[in-house]
């Protein structure tokens, strides 16, 4: 079973910065030839549905959600077992929970499979001030 665990959240003014860490631990992944394993960055407003954030796969192709495109980077570090999430230039708007996910699914799928991945950890919580 693979388990994620998130750390990094907490508050911050507008403007500021933050970076979240998920490490992730439990048998190792095998990439094969048209599989991958897929891991981003979703978060959420009570209230509120799920947004993505965003994703990265073996390749370290990256996706973003346009409402953080340029603001935020997502990382992994494969020898940590630790994927990250640089945060920059936080507006309120970007308070919520943020959670990291992790599944194998086809390459071709990661960019849209944020919310369907199957692993999750409990969440950081993210607050922004004006």
């Known amino acids: 079973q693979v388990q994620l665990a998130e750390s990094g959240g907490g508050s911050v003014q507008a403007g500021g910065s933050l970076r979240l860490s998920c490490a992730v631990s439990g048998p190792s992944q095998v990439t094969v030839s048209l599989n991958t394993v897929c891991m981003g960055w979703f978060r959420q407003v009570p209230g509120r549905e799920r947004e993505g954030v965003a994703t990265?796969?073996?390749?370290?192709?990256?996706t973003y959600a346009e409402s953080v495109q340029g603001r935020f980077t997502i990382s992994q570090d494969n020898a940590k077992n630790t994927l990250y999430l640089q945060m920059d230039s936080l507006k309120p708007d970007d308070t919520a929970m943020y959670y990291c996910a992790a599944d194998l699914v086809p390459r071709s799928k990661c960019a849209t499979a944020v919310l369907d991945l199957r692993y999750r950890g409990q969440g950081t919580q993210v607050t922004v001030s004006r």
């Open positions: 990265i796969d073996r390749d370290n192709s990256t």
